[in-house]
Structure formats: structure tokens, C-alpha cells
């Protein structure tokens, strides 16, 4: 099973930008894979899904603002989150979406924190 491990997150004001990575301890070939959040008290929602055909489909929470790219090579995956707002303040994990969803394999998250 590759194992997820996220990190970049930090305190950003309203309208900011920030972008968080994942490395994935293994090959991100032939999986779909994307990013979750957790805002405080709130259950996880999914934010974007990079499908195997490299096509990315975005939930609520990730469209119009924010972008996921991954490098293959690398096994990493990136989140490059603009106009930030408080409501996009969460813990952010990475993982297998779509058939691939297992959230046994997230990391820790990396926690984003939008005030002013």
C-alpha cells in the first residue's frame, strides 16, 4: 500500500495563496489520487481528484480556486490554493480518490490556517 505524507501548511491571510505537496512512498502510476480536507468539527470532504487519464475533476471546496498537479516522477503531488477564505481553514491530507479512495493510507495532514 502506498503510504501518503503531506506537509506546506501554515497560517495565511484572506485572499492569500499557498501551496501544500504530498509524497507518496511509492509509484502514483494507475491510481487516482487527490486531495480531502477537515475543517474543525466538520467531517472530511474531498477538495480534487487527479484521474489515471491526468484529467482532474475538482469538488466545491477546490473549483475556480484552487489547482492539483502531481509529478510522477517525483511521486509527489502538489495543491496550489489562491484567494484563500476562513472557511478554507482544515487539515489537508492526500491520497487515493475515486476507486482508488483509502484514507487508512493518509499522512498526518498539513494543516491550513486563512486569518487576518
Known amino acids: 500500500q502506498v503510504q501518503f505524507v503531506e506537509s506546506g501548511g501554515g497560517l495565511v491571510q484572506p485572499g492569500g495563496s499557498l501551496r501544500i505537496s504530498c509524497v507518496a512512498s511509492?509509484?502514483?502510476?494507475?491510481?487516482?489520487t487527490g486531495w480531502f480536507r477537515q475543517a474543525p468539527g466538520k467531517e472530511h470532504e474531498g477538495v480534487a481528484c487527479i484521474n489515471i487519464d491526468g484529467t482532474t475533476s475538482y469538488e466545491d471546496a477546490g473549483k475556480g480556486r484552487f489547482t492539483a498537479t502531481r509529478d510522477q516522477v517525483k511521486n509527489t503531488m502538489y495543491l496550489q490554493m489562491a484567494t484563500l477564505k476562513p472557511e478554507d481553514t482544515g487539515a489537508y491530507f492526500c491520497?487515493?480518490?475515486?476507486?482508488?479512495?483509502?484514507?487508512?493510507?493518509w499522512g498526518q495532514g498539513t494543516q491550513v490556517t486563512v486569518a487576518s
Open positions: 511509492g509509484s502514483l502510476d494507475y491510481k487516482a
Open positions: 491520497g487515493g480518490c475515486g476507486a482508488d479512495y483509502s484514507p487508512a493510507n
